[in-house]
């Protein structure tokens, strides 16, 4: 368990990363051959994330009307399973709510635990393209703190079935995310601790954030969740950038800021060679503070794009 890692670490950070499972009909090779150079930092733990399939809807000859699957990563549970099979390192699938009926959940939740795969990232999900904001599934969860509840329920031998006979408990460890930036639809910081607070409360046992730039967004972070009664370990996740076109693209996604003074250096490069070494440099000046500060793990996003993690890693650990 992850939790269980941190313990036996005595206050040394662990290394760990997040890896995307491939587009479909993409061989796993690739991705093996992308995490092998990771190995020799000895992760504790490999996150691999969960993707909602992107559809359309077209309009047949008929006039019906047509859904068309435009983008599927599926294979989370299988990759999880092969890693830990593979590397001997302990996988976190991250389980979301979209798209999926609390059934479905359940099932997938049955399939990890018969695995052996003890480790659990609960998320919401993003709203996919189509969807103006996120829709919950008919008949499924609405936020992360309902899966949060179905995992938490699972964990004491409770299942949607209630006349099963003997119903064996599973044993999850439970991770939730957090915003030191805020969630983007949070009206305030405020009422996003407010549903952190219910996340650990209900059974959480650590936060992962959502990536960040500047430190101090972390460290007021942490300082607030120990305010309002969060006593959880707190993961920060790092991402280093590698393109130019990340200046752009990571705050319209990830609803984050980038600091004038990274945002002035990837300026002055003439290329994306260039931009990779000061989003590498950026990362292990982030990590060496963190470390300093007494982070229990460094998490990094590698996007299944190891090298710039493994240079960092390389300087940090
Ligand atoms: P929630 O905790 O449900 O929060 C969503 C919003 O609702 C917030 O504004 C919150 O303040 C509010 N809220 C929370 N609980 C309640 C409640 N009970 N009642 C009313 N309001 C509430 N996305 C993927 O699709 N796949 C992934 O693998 C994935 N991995 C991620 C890993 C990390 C570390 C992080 C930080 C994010 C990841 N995401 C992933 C993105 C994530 O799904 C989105 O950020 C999503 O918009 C919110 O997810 P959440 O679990 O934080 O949602």
């Given at each position: 368990?992850?939790?269980?890692?941190?313990?036996?670490?005595?206050?040394?950070?662990?290394?760990?990363?997040?890896?995307?499972?491939?587009?479909?009909?993409?061989?796993?090779?690739?991705?093996?051959?992308?995490?092998?150079?990771?190995?020799?930092?000895?992760?504790?733990?490999?996150?691999?994330?969960?993707?909602?399939?992107?559809?359309?809807?077209?309009?047949?000859?008929?006039?019906?009307?047509?859904?068309?699957?435009?983008?599927?990563?599926?294979?989370?549970?299988?990759?999880?399973?092969?890693?830990?099979?593979?590397?001997?390192?302990?996988?976190?699938?991250?389980?979301?709510?979209?798209?999926?009926?609390?059934?479905?959940?359940?099932?997938?939740?049955?399939?990890?635990?018969?695995?052996?795969?003890?480790?659990?990232?609960?998320?919401?999900?993003?709203?996919?393209?189509?969807?103006?904001?996120?829709?919950?599934?008919?008949?499924?969860?609405?936020?992360?703190?309902?899966?949060?509840?179905?995992?938490?329920?699972?964990?004491?031998?409770?299942?949607?079935?209630?006349?099963?006979?003997?119903?064996?408990?599973?044993?999850?460890?439970?991770?939730?995310?957090?915003?030191?930036?805020?969630?983007?639809?949070?009206?305030?910081?405020?009422?996003?601790?407010?549903?952190?607070?219910?996340?650990?409360?209900?059974?959480?046992?650590?936060?992962?954030?959502?990536?960040?730039?500047?430190?101090?967004?972390?460290?007021?972070?942490?300082?607030?969740?120990?305010?309002?009664?969060?006593?959880?370990?707190i993961i920060p996740g790092l991402k280093p950038?590698?393109?130019?076109?990340?200046?752009?693209?990571?705050?319209?996604?990830?609803?984050?800021?980038?600091?004038?003074?990274?945002?002035?250096?990837?300026e002055k490069c003439k290329d994306n060679k260039a931009v990779k070494q000061v989003?590498?440099?950026?990362?292990?000046?982030?990590?060496?503070?963190?470390?300093?500060?007494?982070?229990?793990?460094?998490?990094?996003?590698?996007?299944?794009?190891?090298?710039?993690?493994?240079?960092?890693?390389?300087?940090?650990?």
């Amino acid at each position: 368990k992850v939790t269980e890692h941190i313990a036996h670490a005595n206050g040394k950070p662990l290394f760990s990363f997040e890896i995307l499972p491939p587009l479909k009909g993409q061989s796993i090779q690739n991705l093996f051959s992308d995490i092998e150079p990771l190995m020799e930092f000895k992760p504790k733990f490999i996150d691999v994330t969960y993707h909602r399939e992107e559809y359309v809807y077209k309009k047949r000859e008929n006039g019906l009307l047509e859904k068309s699957v435009t983008r599927k990563r599926p294979g989370t549970v299988g990759i999880c399973a092969a890693l830990q099979h593979r590397f001997g390192v302990d996988a976190v699938p991250h389980l979301i709510c979209g798209g999926f009926t609390k059934e479905e959940t359940e099932n997938a939740l049955i399939d990890l635990h018969f695995l052996g795969i003890d480790n659990v990232l609960v998320l919401r999900g993003d709203p996919i393209k189509t969807e103006g904001s996120f829709c919950p599934e008919p008949g499924g969860h609405a936020y992360a703190t309902d899966l949060l509840q179905h995992v938490a329920n699972m964990n004491k031998g409770i299942y949607l079935d209630e006349d099963l006979e003997h119903p064996a408990p599973t044993n999850f460890c439970i991770g939730v995310a957090g915003y030191p930036e805020k969630h983007f639809e949070a009206p305030s910081l405020k009422a996003d601790f407010k549903y952190l607070k219910m996340k650990a409360d209900l059974g959480a046992e650590y936060i992962v954030t959502q990536m960040f730039f500047d430190n101090q967004k972390y460290f007021e972070f942490v300082k607030k969740c120990r305010e309002v009664g969060i006593t959880i370990p707190i993961i920060p996740g790092l991402k280093p950038i590698t393109t130019m076109r990340q200046l752009t693209v990571l705050p319209s996604i990830f609803h984050i800021d980038l600091p004038d003074d990274l945002v002035e250096e990837v300026e002055k490069c003439k290329d994306n060679k260039a931009v990779k070494q000061v989003g590498i440099e950026w990362g292990i000046q982030q990590s060496k503070e963190l470390i300093e500060f007494g982070v229990p793990c460094l998490h990094y996003y590698s996007m299944s794009k190891s090298d710039a993690v493994r240079q960092i890693a390389a300087e940090v650990f």
